[in-house]
């Protein structure tokens, strides 16, 4: 079946600092993936999102590729800030929607 | 534009009362969603409606029903509240051949 496995948080990280989070899928088919943001109290958006194959990702500093040989598609900023405090969802779509689980994210100053 | 707009923000409910969560979006958009979403358990799929007049079951239908009012709305109805449905709700929309979902900012429920 269809599934996303994304890195257990909470991620914390001081301000500059590189992130990465890690996020792979298993897939029948040859799904879209995407990275959406939850900030506190609000509902998702979307960060970002790649369509096939080494397609990047990229939006606010955030950027992904997508991998089909490792069935990966990890996040990663060069220099967080403390306004990048949030949960990140990875997701594919493939027929419907599957999310990971969530990674919080704490950037401190 | 507003997208998706749900109402109420936040309810509390005692067992076994009903209420209805409404969700509205002024996109266009054919298909609507109704997820909930608990601590460690990401985003899980209640309903769906991938066009006016059509509804399906999604991955924890039970306990609720919904209504595809029109293309703009689409209600989740709780008939008799238990406290495992305490949660946060959220309602999205998408449209063909973008697969984005766009989402409401959620509405919380405690049931007691």
């Known amino acids: 079946g269809n599934s996303v496995t994304q890195m257990e948080g909470p991620v914390t990280l001081s301000e500059e600092a590189f992130l990465t989070i890690n996020c792979t899928y298993t897939a029948t088919g040859y799904p879209s993936l995407f990275w959406y943001v939850q900030y506190p109290g609000e509902g998702l958006q979307l960060l970002l999102k790649a369509t096939k194959a080494d397609d990047k990702g990229s939006n606010k500093g955030f950027e992904a590729t997508y991998r089909k040989e490792t069935t990966s598609f990890h996040l990663e900023k060069g220099s967080v800030q403390v306004s990048d405090s949030a949960v990140y969802f990875c997701a594919l779509s493939w027929s419907k929607f599957y999310f990971g689980s969530g990674t919080k994210l704490n950037v401190k100053p | 534009n507003a997208g998706v707009t749900q109402t109420p923000k936040f309810q509390v409910l005692k067992t076994g009362q009903s209420m209805t969560l409404q969700c509205a979006q002024d996109m266009n958009h054919n298909s609507m969603y109704w997820y909930r979403q608990d601590p460690g358990m990401g985003l899980r799929l209640i309903y769906y409606s991938a066009s006016e007049g059509t509804t399906d079951k999604g991955e924890v239908p039970n306990g609720y029903n919904v209504s595809r009012l029109n293309k703009r709305e689409f209600s989740l109805r709780l008939e008799s509240a238990a406290p495992s449905q305490t949660s946060v709700y959220f309602c999205?929309?998408?449209?063909?051949?973008?697969?984005?979902?766009?989402f409401g900012p959620g509405t919380r429920l405690l049931v007691l």
């Open positions: 999205a929309s998408s449209e063909e051949p973008d697969e984005t979902q766009y």
